[in-house]
């Protein structure tokens, strides 16, 4: 094995200037795959953060059916007291669950006394809220200076709807909504801040305390209409939403029915989209990465048993079985594909730092001088070289089956 591996470094170094490019395009291409995935990864990672630390939670756990009829977010689906009891003690026993915010959502009317509008209020307790979706007070773009985020009696307006209605903090305006007995109330409250909206211009939620909520709609109980839960570590979110599934499905009403629903982020939230996107390049850099290292490797190796043909005829007639002559080629493909993969990782870890200690930043809504954190997953780096090696190996395998096939003869007197 060792003079095997020996001849072949050999045989490729007889031909240094294609070795050389050979080695650098598949670098290239290794070097390519390994930055794109880190960056990508970490815009993926980073817009993700926005948007559940914003808004969503990583998860929420409403009653069943509410999320099939969220557009006209119905009260008579929300969940009981003690139904919601069940599902936070559940969550306090749970180590991998950093906060929840229980939440009650509602449509209202909006009136700022000479014009009238519709608005999505979500009512929360703020300190809940703000450890739940932590860049939600990042998203004030007007506020009284020394005012808490959210205080009773005032509300949080989105910033188109100030606009459109030309109200600004510190004015009086009027909600007004059905509650479940179908009677209409309503209140008049202080604009608290106006609010930039996390998922474009068109945004209309709003926010207010949950107990102003509770007292606009006569909710008497602590009833809500979803719970929404940030987990410390993101990579455990799965284990946590399936705990939860697996302990509230046995949950059922006096019909039999399950009585909760739970939805992470990417059930919650267009963006998924945008995620499965980025997902879906990847691939497709992957898939480019292979064919860079097929076509370059069986290039190579074809001309090199192009090349030597008298040569495999000469050690064909001296007694070297067809299995070793192939197993040669084999390993020239292998060392190709491990100098590449070599060079290329060495490459990327050096780039990636490189980009961490310039430090790219961009903006995203109000939140400006985003540090984009490239990072290399340690599986990714190995499963991305194992791939090119192994498709190093069978781009050379088909160039040695034939060469293993020749016979001394015919080779012998080939020109």
């Known amino acids: 094995m060792g003079n095997l591996l020996k001849i072949a470094f050999r045989n490729l170094m007889r031909y240094k200037r294609r ?23 970490s815009f993926k990672n980073m817009m993700i953060g ?7 939670g990583h998860i929420q756990v409403h009653n069943k059916g509410y999320m099939a009829s969220i557009d006209n977010l119905p009260l ?17 026993s749970d180590p991998a669950v950093e906060a929840y915010s229980l939440r009650v959502k509602f449509g209202s009317g909006f009136s700022n006394f000479a014009e009238t509008t519709n608005i999505r209020m979500n009512s929360v307790d703020p300190d809940a809220e703000s450890r739940t979706c932590p860049l939600l007070p990042g998203r004030l773009i007007d506020a009284k200076p020394g005012s808490k985020f959210m205080e009773k009696g005032k509300i949080l307006v989105p910033q188109l709807l100030a606009q459109g209605m030309k109200v600004k903090v510190g004015d009086s305006v009027a909600l007004f909504a059905t509650n479940r007995d179908g009677s209409v109330n309503g209140n008049s409250f202080e604009v608290g801040g106006i609010l930039e909206s996390v998922t474009g ?3 209309r939620d709003g926010y207010m305390h949950i107990d102003d909520a ?3 709609l006569r909710i008497e109980s602590p009833e809500v209409s979803e719970i929404a839960v940030r987990v410390r570590d993101f990579g455990d979110l799965d284990a946590v939403k399936q705990r939860l599934q697996s302990v509230l499905a046995d949950q059922v009403n006096p019909k039999g029915k399950p009585i909760f629903e739970i939805h992470d982020w990417e059930k919650l939230s267009p963006f998924s989209n945008i995620a499965g996107m980025i997902d879906m390049l990847m691939l497709f850099v992957n898939i480019m990465l292979v064919a860079i290292v097929l076509v370059s490797v069986l290039n190579v190796m074809i001309m090199a048993v192009y090349e ?29 594909g491990l100098i590449g993969t070599l060079i290329g990782g060495a490459i ?4 990636v730092s490189v980009m961490n200690f310039v430090k790219i930043t961009f903006d995203f809504g109000r939140q400006k001088g985003l540090v984009l954190e490239p990072s290399i997953d340690l599986r990714n780096l190995v499963l991305t070289g194992l791939l090119v090696i192994v498709i190093s190996i069978l781009a050379s395998l088909q160039p040695a089956w ?7 003869v015919d080779a012998l007197r080939h020109v």
């Open 50 to 56: 926005q948007v559940t630390d914003s808004m969503l």
């Open 201 to 203: 211009p068109g945004g």
């Open 214 to 216: 509770r007292a606009l």
């Open 348 to 351: 990327s870890v050096v780039a």
């Open 402 to 408: 034939k060469a293993s096939k020749m016979e001394p």
């Open 76 to 92: 008579n689906r929300i969940l009981k007291a003690g139904q919601a009891k069940t599902v936070t003690q559940l969550l306090d």
């Open 308 to 336: 030597r043909v008298r040569e495999i005829g000469t050690i064909s007639a001296m007694g070297v079985k067809p299995r070793k002559i192939m197993f040669l080629f084999v390993i020239e493909g292998f060392l190709l």
């Open 19 to 41: 070795t050389i490019m050979t080695a650098i395009l598949i670098t290239i291409g290794i070097s390519a795959v390994i930055l794109f995935s880190s960056i990508a990864g």
